[in-house]
């Protein structure tokens, strides 16, 4: 027994809406073309609608059409020019030549800078001299107020005053202003010549 007339016109009709939808994925995979140009025709003596056509699949504009076509990506554009160079990082220093006596085992305050918030590699150094013949040790340390590094010298003396320079250096981040100090103690002792620089970097590795 065969299909009845309107059962075949449907299975038609999907029919047909499918291979529809199989030809529209195929062209709208083909366009725009393998050189980036989309290709359109449009109505140029009546209201101007517009329709992209597929030229890789032999397609054209009708006699009553006007082609149009452009890129899908635009030209590049010309090089802007170069901007200016930005500020260079400002290095932070204080330094001093006075000579402050040092009581045995209390810590004193040398040198300080405060500092912005940043990050920052500080180096430092401190003269420490012996006044006696005896063998001393001397300790001072970089605080920021937290100990961010310590050196030690042994001051021997050796019948006259023995002067040493101790170097400091450490990097540190500060999330608010900070002050960075070098506090020195020995006994019967003075400093002198101290120097701190702080510098700001963007990051440490």
């Not at 529209?24 to 517009?50: E, K």
Request: glycine share 12%; with cysteine.
């Amino acid at each position: 027994m065969s299909p009845l007339p309107g059962r075949r016109v449907r299975w038609a009709a999907l029919g047909a809406i499918a291979a529809a939808l199989v030809m529209g994925g195929i062209a709208y995979a083909s366009i725009p073309g393998p050189d980036g140009v989309i290709h359109s025709c449009y109505a140029q003596f009546t209201n101007g609608a517009l329709r992209v056509i597929d030229t890789s699949k032999g397609q054209k504009c009708f006699p009553t059409e006007g082609a149009l076509s452009w890129n899908q990506t635009g030209p590049t554009g010309p090089t802007g020019p170069t901007g200016p160079t930005g500020p260079l990082p400002t290095a932070y220093n204080a330094s001093t030549g006075q000579c402050i006596s040092l009581a045995n085992n209390v810590p004193t305050t040398v040198l300080s800078k405060t500092v912005p918030a940043g990050t920052y590699v500080i180096a430092a150094k401190v003269e420490v001299l012996n006044l006696d013949g005896s063998t001393r040790l001397a300790r001072c340390k970089l605080t920021d107020p937290a100990t961010i590094d310590v050196s030690l010298a042994d001051l021997a003396g050796l019948g006259d005053a023995d002067l040493q320079t101790l170097p400091l250096q450490a990097t540190a981040p500060f999330a608010s202003t900070a002050t960075i100090s070098i506090i020195c103690d020995t006994h019967n002792g003075d400093t002198g010549g101290g120097v701190i620089t702080a510098i700001p970097v963007g990051a440490i590795g």
